[in-house]
């Protein structure tokens, strides 16, 4: 069964880049990575909501005539696999949610800063990248204050005949930062074998959202990475990968 990876808001399918390749490596199976709507290279788009995500990603299947596949999700994709997960549960063998709950996610974030810092960048034109690169740091720095944050919103800068812009939809983005932060209310739940993967220094899945994991997810099992933020798998790869795998075997 192939493994189809979802990158979570202002993220694309190159933050999966190299555990990809390594879980190929490691498992033999297919390894997908999707660009959603309004990221990396996907088309631009008003609408910005999980069911509009969950559509792409099952048409996007189907094209490639994958039946089943093992979904994981970080962030925003988490919460577009556990969607896809509980309308299309055939589609879904197991799934694993990385650093994201089924919950209201408004108060656990710092992204309203990030999306005022990337509106308010200036950049001139006909620079080098290098220097563009660094006038955008600088200039995200007051509101953005982890560099490793900085330099993930900073992969979504793009060049186009000397301008430079970012390659997210930021406007569909503002639009839609209500409906990419709560989550559609379910009575149903997914059966199949679970894993919700948070980071241990991160908030975003906390005990309090235990009652609605299992009552969605029966099967779920939580488990944290010690010393990893939001960003799991970029802090931790190694074990963000073990975790795959051992949940696959299991």
């Not at 490691?26 to 969950?54: C, F, I, Q, W």
């Not at 799934?95 to 974030?109: E, G, H």
């Not at 900073?154 to 186009?160: D, G, K, P, R, S």
């Not at 709560?182 to 059966?191: I, L």
Request: hydrophobic share 40%.
């Amino acid at each position: 069964t192939p493994l189809v990876f979802l990158h979570g808001l202002f993220g694309s399918k190159s933050n999966f880049h190299s555990i990809a390749k390594s879980l190929v490596q490691r498992t033999g199976r297919k390894v997908l990575t999707v660009d959603a709507r309004n990221h990396g290279n996907s088309p631009h788009s008003s609408t910005l909501t999980y069911e509009a995500m969950v559509g792409d990603l099952t048409h996007l299947l189907s094209q490639l005539r994958i039946e089943k596949c093992v979904l994981i999700g970080h962030s925003m994709g988490g919460k577009t696999a556990m969607t896809t997960a509980l309308t299309q549960p055939s589609l879904v063998e197991r799934l694993v949610v990385v650093d994201i709950s089924p919950a209201q996610s408004t108060t656990r974030t710092n992204f309203q800063q990030y999306i005022q810092a990337m509106q308010e960048m200036k950049i001139s034109t006909d620079i080098p990248r290098s220097t563009a690169r660094r006038m955008a740091e600088d200039q995200l720095r007051k509101l953005v204050k982890e560099r490793s944050v900085r330099q993930f919103l900073l992969t979504n800068l793009v060049e186009q005949n000397g301008h430079y812009s970012w390659r997210v939809n930021l406007e569909a983005i503002v639009a839609h930062l209500d409906d990419i932060m709560s989550f559609p209310s379910f009575d149903t739940a997914f059966e199949g074998p679970t894993l919700f993967l948070g980071g241990a220094s991160s908030a975003y899945i906390s005990s309090d959202d235990y009652p609605e994991i299992q009552r969605l997810f029966p099967n779920a099992d939580i488990q944290y990475i010690p010393d990893a933020s939001h960003w799991i798998h970029a802090d931790k790869p190694l074990d963000f990968i073990s975790s795959i795998i051992s949940f696959l075997q299991s």
